[in-house]
C-alpha cells in the first residue's frame, strides 16, 4: 500500500487478535506472526487503541508505504501491484488451512485366492 505526500491516512485494526507494541502491529497465527511494517516519516498511534476489527489505531501523514510480512507459505498469493480491494479478507484466508487435500484410497490388499492362487 502506498499513498501520496499530501494524504492523511487513518490506520485501522486489520484483526480484533492484533498486539501494538512499541510502535510493531502484529498478529498470532498458528503459523507464526503476521507483521505489519510501516515504512512512514510520520505516525501517530493512539494512545491505548481498541484494536477491534476496523477500528482506528492511528493517523500516518507523508508519503510512505504499508508492508504485510506473512510467515511460512500462505495459501494464496497477493504481489507487488496487486489490488487488494479495502477489507478484503486476507487474514481469514491465511488462518484457514489451505484447500483439503483427498484422502488417499485404501491400498488394495489381494488374498491368495482373488490371484488365482490356493487359499
Not at 487513518?10 to 487478535?17: G, I, N, Q
Not at 503459523?31 to 511494517?37: D, E, H, L, S, T
Not at 489490488?83 to 484466508?93: D, M, Q, R, T, W
Request: glycine content about 10%; proline content about 10%.
Amino acid at each position: 500500500m502506498r499513498k501520496n505526500i499530501l494524504d492523511s491516512v487513518e490506520l485501522r485494526s486489520p484483526h480484533s487478535d492484533c498486539q501494538l507494541e512499541n510502535g510493531e502491529l502484529w498478529l498470532a497465527t498458528e503459523a507464526g506472526k503476521i507483521n505489519f511494517r510501516f515504512n512512514f516519516n510520520r505516525i501517530q498511534w493512539f494512545a491505548e487503541p481498541d484494536l477491534s476489527a476496523g477500528n482506528i489505531i492511528g493517523i500516518v501523514s507523508g508519503s510512505g508505504s504499508c508492508s504485510v510480512i506473512f510467515p511460512g507459505k500462505p495459501g494464496f498469493s497477493v504481489q507487488p501491484g496487486d489490488a487488494v480491494k479495502a477489507a478484503e479478507p486476507l487474514i481469514s484466508l491465511f488462518n484457514t488451512p489451505g484447500p483439503a487435500q483427498p484422502e488417499p484410497a485404501p491400498e488394495k490388499v489381494s488374498t491368495p485366492a482373488e490371484e488365482g492362487g490356493e487359499i
